[in-house]
């Protein structure tokens, strides 16, 4: 046979294996069950058990996650959306996890052009930077409750009334002039006024607990509570000892690039409700965050930012922020 046959033979035979492997591979089974009238398949398709339940199976047993979800801004997005179907769960195991949020998060928050203002939207390489080197949204954001809320409470109170009542109340553990004698008691000198009438109102209404602060609060008037803001956010935090007894804070520098959006590269943040961090006493820090992290004090932001956190972790924290000075503010490097 002469070779230009013997080659369009062969080409031949390889396209109808290609064409057989291709029939293999791409046809769903059951189109040979059903062939072309695919409409028989409905009442098997009908007798399946879902594999979705709904977010109000996971309620009973997951309740106050599904509180924390219901509440905010991603009910609309269903538990199984994110975990998965729960069909056999939880008898037949756990569901997953995300672990990688960022590829979640993504998927629907990622800006793009034609996708629905209604729908948030972010640039990830500037909103994120850390994003390739492993920092995670949830780093951030608390996935049940996703939206950073800054509720920032008016402040119209009178300094020089604070004062008075400060030293009649307050100034035993806050120091004559907000900065506390003791490592554990923080102080208030130059912490944000809005933050401050914030805390004060969650320990009087009982959504903060504190053995010392539930009773004095709950006897304060609003009108005390501005005053009182007024004053200490009048104060100058100069004074306050930077020295860290605990912790490494070199290593704490490095895990607060993770605080850095909310709280300033220096623990210094612009927005006035949220607090201070710097210079603040070292083992308030400590207190605080693993306050946090039990569940003890109820933020849904700093409860998902301080889950990953160990004990060793947050005394690096608690060491980075004590040691800064207060008064300079820094932004993106530089100081202001
Ligand atoms: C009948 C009770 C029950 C229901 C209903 C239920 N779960 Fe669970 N879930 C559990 C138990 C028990 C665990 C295991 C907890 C453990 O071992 O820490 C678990 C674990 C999980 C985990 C893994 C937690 C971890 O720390 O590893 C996720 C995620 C989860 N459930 C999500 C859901 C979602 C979403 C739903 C609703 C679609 C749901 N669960 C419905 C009982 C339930
Ligand atoms: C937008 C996606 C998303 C939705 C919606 C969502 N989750 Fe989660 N869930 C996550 C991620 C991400 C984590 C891991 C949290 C982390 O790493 O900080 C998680 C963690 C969990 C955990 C285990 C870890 C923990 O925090 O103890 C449980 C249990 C859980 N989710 C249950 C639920 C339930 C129940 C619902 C619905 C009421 C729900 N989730 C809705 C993304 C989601
Ligand atoms: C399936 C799509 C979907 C996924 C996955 C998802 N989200 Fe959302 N997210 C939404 C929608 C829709 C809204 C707006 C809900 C509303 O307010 O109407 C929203 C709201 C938000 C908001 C509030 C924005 C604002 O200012 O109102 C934040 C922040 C957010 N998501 C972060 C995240 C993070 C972090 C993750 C990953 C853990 C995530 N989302 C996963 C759909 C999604
Ligand atoms: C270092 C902390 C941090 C990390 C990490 C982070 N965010 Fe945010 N995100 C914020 C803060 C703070 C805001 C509120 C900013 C504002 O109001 O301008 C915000 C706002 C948002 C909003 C609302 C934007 C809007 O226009 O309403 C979305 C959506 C969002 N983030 C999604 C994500 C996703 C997805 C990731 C992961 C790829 C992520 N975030 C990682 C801190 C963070
Ligand atoms: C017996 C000592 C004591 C007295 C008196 C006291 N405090 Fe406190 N204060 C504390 C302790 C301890 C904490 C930390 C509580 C915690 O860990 O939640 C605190 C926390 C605070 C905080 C929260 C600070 C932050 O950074 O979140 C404010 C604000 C505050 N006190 C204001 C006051 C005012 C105003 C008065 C006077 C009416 C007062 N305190 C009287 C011990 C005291
Ligand atoms: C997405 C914003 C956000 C991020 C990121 C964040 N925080 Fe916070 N932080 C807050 C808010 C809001 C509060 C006030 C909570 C309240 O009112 O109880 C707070 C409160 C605190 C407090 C209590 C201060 C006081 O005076 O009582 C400490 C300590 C703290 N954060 C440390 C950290 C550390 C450390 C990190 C990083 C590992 C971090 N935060 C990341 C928003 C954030």
């Known amino acids: ?5 013997v080659r369009l033979i062969l080409l031949m035979v390889a396209f109808g294996a290609i064409g057989y492997a291709a029939k293999v591979f791409f046809t769903a089974d059951s189109f040979y069950k059903y062939g072309h009238y695919r409409a028989a398949s409905v009442p098997e398709i009908a007798a399946q058990e879902p594999v979705y339940q709904t977010p109000r199976y996971c309620q009973t047993c997951h309740s106050e ?30 569901l997953p996890i995300p672990s990688d949020a960022v590829k979640l998060c993504t998927l629907c928050h990622e800006a793009m052009p034609g996708r629905p203002r209604t729908q948030p939207q972010i640039q990830v390489a500037q909103h994120n930077p850390y994003a390739s080197s492993g920092q995670q949204c949830t780093a ?37 002039k907000g900065i506390s004698p003791n490592d554990t008691w923080p102080n208030l000198a130059g912490q944000h006024a809005a933050y401050l009438v914030r805390i004060l109102a969650a320990y009087k209404s009982g959504a903060q607990k504190d053995v010392a602060m539930t009773p004095l609060a ?26 860290a007894r605990i912790g490494d804070v070199a290593a704490g520098k490095a895990l607060a690039k993770n605080c850095t959006a909310c709280h300033g590269e ?59 000075n207060c008064q300079a503010v820094t932004v993106g490097g530089k100081t202001q």
């Open 266 to 324: 220096t623990g210094i943040t612009s927005n006035p409700a949220w607090p201070k961090l710097a210079a603040q006493k070292a083992e308030y820090l400590v207190n605080a965050l693993k306050a946090f992290r039990a569940g003890l004090r109820k933020d849904p932001t700093m409860a998902g930012v301080t889950r990953g956190l160990s004990d060793g972790d947050i005394a690096n924290l608690a060491a980075y922020y004590a040691a800064q």
């Open 65 to 94: 996650r599904h509180a924390q979800w219901s509440a905010n801004n991603h009910k609309t997005v269903t538990c199984e959306t994110c975990h998965g179907a729960a069909k056999g769960h939880p008898q037949s195991g756990k």
């Open 140 to 176: 951030c954001h608390n996935p049940h409750a996703p939206k950073i809320v800054a509720v920032v409470a008016i402040v119209a109170g009178d300094a020089a009334a604070g004062a008075k009542k400060h030293a009649a109340s307050c100034a035993a553990c806050h120091g004559a």
């Open 218 to 243: 709950q006897a304060l008037s609003d009108a005390e509570i501005q005053n009182l803001a007024a004053y200490y956010a009048s104060l100058s935090c100069d004074g306050a000892p930077g020295a």
């Open 1 to 5: 046979m002469p070779k230009h046959i």
